[in-house]
């Protein structure tokens, strides 16, 4: 068995999806996602003119040798650009072999360790009140965990403070505007003053049941994320992510000396070794890798692995930039993983990305639960993909009030 061809589309409803189809020589196709949320065209252009010409004539069955000639192949390794076109061609090539075998992909893993997985949604609001009012109809639609941010009373422009309406994330959907940025202003004492009390009317609002989840976006120092955590523990969050910035897994240690509230972290890590000390010093509760950035299903299988060891649980980014390929390849990790957590929800749903990526894939009452339909689960119509092009857009960049880039 021979892969032939290969093709990178690029576009998506309210998004710049990168999504990879591999064909072979017995009509079997596999699908992948490689997008780079606001670098999509680079991930893109790497499996186009350097990864797909040497794909074409390989095993697709031989998926882990695939993944080791280009990881250990590469001189320069690692990075999100590199590590999400690997994941999209690992994606696919899995893809493949559970057609192969008519099997869902959980099957290939060692089958199923639970019936359905908890997800949770994005809760926000210009301000207390109106943040109170979407983690309502979250609860209402459903929903047993909810992320929750709220717009700082002195902080207009920062990204909490913009509302949003359940089952639509608006406020994730890329500015299209053009590459340049926006500027938002950020004030950590403002923050610090208000947030705590916040969650705390949050959690007598809504009671000891809901998990409530609160991101952080690497905003604090690690001092200040130690005296903020201490400062919560009375709310009982599920977790609080991103508490500092990831670069430095030494960061955290500051924390876990001052308070037991579990911390989540790594949506922006690539690959094991961005948070091996992290998980071996159980320095972290959840790790947040995506299929997407951390290289495919292979090398994410590993993390969980040695997750597992360490008494750390999954909780996978799934943002709107994680296309439903992406997702069905976590929606199979998670029926999986013995020490599966929760998992991000905000891609599927929309009649547009319905008929984009069609998927056996359903959420219920705050559950998603697999397809299963053999390989990943979703498809891929070319026909509407056709309808969408490339449109530029940036995240956001942050300053202090003084002028300073601060972290996003």
């Given at each position: 068995m021979k892969i032939t061809d290969a093709?990178?589309?690029?576009?998506?409803?309210?998004?710049?999806?990168?999504?990879?189809?591999?064909?072979?020589?017995?009509g079997v196709y596999g699908l992948g996602d490689a997008t780079l949320n606001n670098r999509e065209t680079l991930p893109a252009a790497y499996l186009q003119d350097y990864l797909i010409p040497n794909l074409i004539g390989m095993d697709p069955r031989n998926s882990e040798d695939i993944w080791q000639f280009f990881y250990r192949g590469a001189y320069f390794?690692?990075?999100?650009?590199?590590?999400?076109?690997?994941?999209?061609?690992?994606?696919?090539?899995?893809?493949?072999?559970?057609?192969?075998?008519?099997?869902?992909?959980?099957?290939?893993?060692?089958?199923?360790?639970r019936d359905g997985a908890l997800v949770y949604a994005h809760a926000t609001g210009a301000d207390l009140d109106d943040l109170m009012d979407s983690i309502a109809a979250y609860v209402a639609l459903g929903y047993k965990a909810v992320r929750v941010q709220c717009g700082i009373p002195g902080m207009p422009t920062a990204s909490y403070a913009v509302p949003d309406k359940p089952g639509t994330n608006n406020n994730y959907i890329s500015d299209f505007s053009g590459i340049r940025p926006k500027v938002e202003i950020w004030n950590t004492d403002l923050y610090m003053r208000f947030?705590?009390?916040?969650?705390?009317?949050?959690?007598?609002?809504?009671?000891?049941?809901l998990?409530?989840?609160?991101?952080?976006?690497?905003?604090?120092?690690?001092?200040?994320?130690?005296?903020?955590?201490?400062?919560?523990e009375p709310v009982g969050l599920y977790w609080l992510e991103d508490p500092t910035p990831a670069e430095d897994q030494n960061a955290l240690r500051m924390l876990r000396q001052h308070s037991t509230v579990p911390i989540a972290i790594g949506e922006v890590f690539n690959s094991i070794w961005?948070?091996?000390?992290?998980?071996?010093?159980?320095?972290?509760d959840f790790i947040r890798v995506a299929v997407t950035y951390a290289g495919g299903i292979t090398h994410v299988k590993r993390i969980v692995d040695l997750a597992g060891l360490h008494n750390v649980r999954t909780g996978f980014h799934g943002a709107p930039s994680h296309s439903p390929i992406s997702m069905a390849a976590q929606h199979h990790l998670n029926a999986w993983a013995p020490n599966f957590g929760i998992q991000e929800y905000l891609v599927l749903?929309?009649?547009?990305?319905?008929?984009?990526?069609?998927?056996?894939?359903?959420?219920?009452?705050?559950?998603?639960f697999v397809s299963e339909a053999p390989g990943l689960g979703v498809d891929f119509d070319e026909a509407e993909a056709s309808k969408y092009t490339y449109s530029p857009g940036s995240h956001p960049v942050v300053r202090l009030e003084d002028g300073t880039i601060w972290d996003y």
């Amino acid at each position: 068995m021979k892969i032939t061809d290969a093709k990178v589309f690029v576009g998506g409803p309210a998004k710049n999806y990168v999504t990879l189809k591999i064909m072979t020589d017995q009509g079997v196709y596999g699908l992948g996602d490689a997008t780079l949320n606001n670098r999509e065209t680079l991930p893109a252009a790497y499996l186009q003119d350097y990864l797909i010409p040497n794909l074409i004539g390989m095993d697709p069955r031989n998926s882990e040798d695939i993944w080791q000639f280009f990881y250990r192949g590469a001189y320069f390794r690692r990075g999100p650009i590199a590590m999400a076109a690997f994941g999209a061609i690992d994606m696919a090539l899995w893809d493949i072999k559970g057609k192969l075998a008519n099997m869902p992909l959980y099957q290939l893993f060692g089958g199923k360790s639970r019936d359905g997985a908890l997800v949770y949604a994005h809760a926000t609001g210009a301000d207390l009140d109106d943040l109170m009012d979407s983690i309502a109809a979250y609860v209402a639609l459903g929903y047993k965990a909810v992320r929750v941010q709220c717009g700082i009373p002195g902080m207009p422009t920062a990204s909490y403070a913009v509302p949003d309406k359940p089952g639509t994330n608006n406020n994730y959907i890329s500015d299209f505007s053009g590459i340049r940025p926006k500027v938002e202003i950020w004030n950590t004492d403002l923050y610090m003053r208000f947030m705590p009390g916040a969650l705390a009317e949050i959690r007598a609002r809504f009671g000891p049941d809901l998990k409530i989840l609160h991101d952080v976006h690497h905003r604090l120092t690690p001092r200040e994320a130690a005296e903020f955590a201490k400062a919560v523990e009375p709310v009982g969050l599920y977790w609080l992510e991103d508490p500092t910035p990831a670069e430095d897994q030494n960061a955290l240690r500051m924390l876990r000396q001052h308070s037991t509230v579990p911390i989540a972290i790594g949506e922006v890590f690539n690959s094991i070794w961005d948070c091996n000390k992290l998980i071996e010093q159980e320095l972290i509760d959840f790790i947040r890798v995506a299929v997407t950035y951390a290289g495919g299903i292979t090398h994410v299988k590993r993390i969980v692995d040695l997750a597992g060891l360490h008494n750390v649980r999954t909780g996978f980014h799934g943002a709107p930039s994680h296309s439903p390929i992406s997702m069905a390849a976590q929606h199979h990790l998670n029926a999986w993983a013995p020490n599966f957590g929760i998992q991000e929800y905000l891609v599927l749903g929309t009649p547009a990305c319905d008929a984009l990526f069609p998927s056996g894939h359903k959420m219920e009452n705050g559950m998603v639960f697999v397809s299963e339909a053999p390989g990943l689960g979703v498809d891929f119509d070319e026909a509407e993909a056709s309808k969408y092009t490339y449109s530029p857009g940036s995240h956001p960049v942050v300053r202090l009030e003084d002028g300073t880039i601060w972290d996003y």
